[in-house]
């Protein structure tokens, strides 16, 4: 088997004496869509802070690509190709869908935010951006400003500047939250496409989603991975169903 591309090695963050992610060890494989569930609570979203560096951990270590990524601020883990989306999405709504993505490409290829202004204007820019924004299905809406997007659009353009980074590793933090029917097929349709290109760590509550979409799932309970099997398997374990799935009446 090939070696992980993303490795936690007894992850740990409390907050006083509340523990949230408790010795997590988790191993993510280059080219799967590796799913992490569980309930509300659970440690889910501090988890994907700590691997992408927006939260220190206490103890513990996060390796990415064979390198000891743990003390990294979470800007040096972007330029080593571990990018992430937010649950709640993060853009600049008075910018046009293609200038979000530009400004991305932009910051991927080093260049100062001084710029900030005329980023969408460079050519080699806008071709990069709009390969991303075609990639997620939301092209023809480029020149539309990001804050008048549908929620689930914008959920689509977070992932192309997500892409607009070129990353090894995408961290996807709830990206159907707040969707409805249609635009959460239309995401989820987008991260088919995307699994043949890129690796991707998924939270999500969606569990119809997951279990079409994950290679393999993760259960996190109070902090704690209690299994990591394929979706399957995930399905028929008792104890994942006590702690988490027998509360989903989809399931």
Request: one cysteine or more; hydrophobic letters at 40%.
């Amino acid at each position: 088997m090939a070696e992980p591309l993303l490795e936690l090695r007894n992850l740990r963050k409390t907050y006083g004496a509340v523990v949230v992610t408790d010795d997590v060890n988790l191993s993510v494989y280059p080219g799967e869509l590796h799913a992490v569930i569980g309930p509300n609570g659970a440690g889910k979203t501090t988890l994907i802070h700590q691997i992408s560096g927006l939260v220190s951990s206490d103890s513990g270590q996060v390796l990415f690509d064979g390198e000891d990524i743990t003390y990294l601020p979470m800007h040096e883990r972007v330029r080593r190709g571990l990018a992430r989306s937010f649950q709640i999405t993060s853009i600049l709504p008075a910018f046009s869908a293609l200038d979000n993505v530009a400004l991305a490409v932009q910051a991927r290829s080093g260049s100062s935010f001084r710029f900030f202004g005329n980023a969408a204007k460079e050519r080699t820019l806008n071709e990069a951006a709009m390969e991303c924004l075609n990639v997620v299905g939301i092209g023809p809406r480029a020149p539309v400003p990001a804050g008048l997007l549908s929620h689930g659009e914008k959920r689509q353009l977070e992932l192309a500047i997500g892409l607009a980074t070129r990353p090894k590793l995408l961290l996807l933090d709830e990206p159907l939250a707040g969707t409805g029917h249609e635009e959460s097929l239309r995401v989820v349709e987008t991260l088919q496409k995307l699994k043949s290109r890129i690796t991707i760590v998924l939270i999500e509550h969606d569990m119809d989603a997951v279990f079409s979409l994950a290679d393999r799932v993760s259960v996190l309970v109070y902090g704690r991975v209690i299994a990591t099997d394929t979706p399957e398997h995930i399905r028929a374990n008792e104890e994942v169903r006590a702690a988490y799935l027998g509360e989903e009446e989809s399931l």
